[in-house]
């Protein structure tokens, strides 16, 4: 079992800058990927971010493209959205999500980008962006 603690959300005006966090506890950090999702009012969860076990695969969403980077501390057992530049459209609750044991191994953006691929998810924190 994985808990995932996702914190750092909050409002802000559009061009600001946010840094969410994502501690997770229950299982050896270091050996699955993870991944950040978000859900907007009336509209699906969508891919955000992900990044695989030691860093070394980095995946985004093309509307987060350029503003958002995601990385990970495995001596702190958290990773991390660094949101630059935000908009009015960031705004959604943004949910952390941790791989299964597999994913030690994924080498395809699918398993990265998918959220049917992810066992464990945090409870979300909330983003709102105002213009």
């Known amino acids: 079992q994985v808990q995932l603690v996702e914190s750092g959300g909050g409002l802000v005006q559009a061009g600001a800058s946010l840094r969410l966090s994502c501690a997770a506890s229950?299982?050896?950090?270091?050996?699955?990927?993870m991944g950040w999702f978000r859900q907007a009012p009336g509209k699906e969860r969508e891919f955000v971010a992900a990044i695989s076990w030691n860093g070394g695969r980095l995946y985004y969403a093309d509307s987060v493209k350029g503003r958002f980077t995601i990385s990970r501390d495995n001596s702190k057992n958290t990773v991390y959205l660094q949101m630059n530049s935000l908009k009015p459209e960031d705004t959604a609750v943004y949910y952390c999500?941790?791989?299964?044991?597999?994913?030690?191994?994924?080498?395809?953006?699918?398993?990265?980008?998918?959220?049917?691929?992810?066992?464990?998810w945090g409870q979300g924190t909330q983003v709102t962006v105002s213009s």
């Open positions: 229950g299982r050896t950090f270091d050996s699955y990927a």
């Open positions: 999500a941790a791989g299964p044991s597999r994913s030690l191994y994924w080498s395809r953006s699918y398993y990265f980008t998918h959220e049917g691929e992810y066992d464990y």
